[in-house]
């Protein structure tokens, strides 16, 4: 029987399930989180700020009445290991976890280099720290549901070949090269982790999706999630044909989560790269580079203190 086309605007039925999607009070993770929601699915928006996560899941049930219910909050800064492992405690507290969207992160870096209070570089610690040591602590929650998780990369990492050998910039940091290092890291985490759970015989799968050029002044305006000033709007609209909305920029994520055919290290995108229906691409040469893989997952596991249970997850 031939495989039906992939529709994201209509999803399997994820009536049963249930998702953690980390920086879903706006953007990517907002909109990840409400396409889930409406599929019939539980979901864990999971956010820094209380306000904000309450403001998210209000427009959320706003937005979808029906589907409010199974949005639930949960307090999580992914630049700060304390609250990973808190959240992961209480996550895995509760029973059936399905996935992780691994999604939040600093877009926009500080001008000069900050450190969090576990002494890591801001963004090296947010974008990838956090999700390593989140990932590792849900492993065997994930094993048990034969489930699947989803790293953040970006179309950056072909553009800019940045080898992550100093990961937390101690000399020379740039906020671009900066974020650039952080996704290059990400992405090689991803395809790792699929290598090693698939040598360790873990029922879970790992993979890579980015959204393209998806921006805030070309997204709908919701009151708690995305206020995009005129000026904003106006600069984006004027980029149209080689941007979309951050709805559909979750497209590729969403389906790298939830569609049954997906396979573990594989990656996804845009149709056209920068926007469009979410397809398979492949990724940037540097992330494939197993030994560069296999150096930042040392550093991982020395800077966040979490080696992944492989034997354990196996074992559910």
């Known amino acids: 029987m031939a495989r039906q086309a992939w529709n994201p605007e209509q999803l399997p039925d994820l009536t049963g399930r249930s998702y953690l999607v980390t920086g879903s009070n706006a953007g990517l993770g907002f909109f990840s989180s409400e396409q889930l929601v409406r599929a019939g699915a539980s979901v864990y928006m999971t956010g820094r700020s209380p306000n904000r996560l309450m403001d998210a899941r209000a427009a959320l049930r706003r937005r979808n009445p029906d589907a409010g219910e199974r949005a639930h909050t949960l307090l999580l800064d992914t630049s700060n290991l304390g609250s990973v492992r808190a959240a992961a405690a209480t996550v895995a507290g509760r029973g059936r976890l399905d996935g992780l969207l691994l999604n939040a992160g600093i877009v926009h870096p500080p001008k000069e280099r900050e450190t969090t209070r576990d002494g890591h570089e801001l963004v090296f610690a947010t974008n990838v720290l956090g999700h390593f040591a989140l990932a590792g602590e849900l492993l065997t929650s994930l094993a048990a549901a034969s489930g699947r998780m989803v790293w953040l990369g970006s179309m950056s990492t072909s553009m800019w070949k940045y080898d992550p050998v100093d990961p937390q910039l101690v000399e020379g940091y740039t906020g671009w090269r900066a974020y650039v290092q952080s996704k290059v890291a990400t992405t090689a985490l991803g395809l790792e982790a699929d290598r090693r759970l698939r040598a360790a015989g873990v029922d879970v799968r790992s993979e890579v999706a980015h959204p393209g050029y998806a921006t805030s ?67 940037s040469k540097i992330t494939r580079d197993p030994e560069i893989a296999a150096r930042l997952w040392r550093v991982c596991e020395e800077a966040t203190g979490v080696s992944w249970p492989l034997e354990k997850a196996a074992a559910v």
């Open 217 to 283: 002044g070309r997204t709908a305006g919701i009151v708690g999630v995305n206020s995009p000033s005129r000026l904003s709007r106006f600069a984006d609209n004027l980029q149209a044909p080689i941007t979309q909305s951050k709805e559909h920029g979750a497209w590729p994520l969403v389906r790298a989560l939830v569609d049954p055919d997906a396979e573990g290290g594989q990656f996804w995108g845009p149709k056209t790269v920068v926007r469009g229906e979410p397809r398979r691409g492949k990724a």
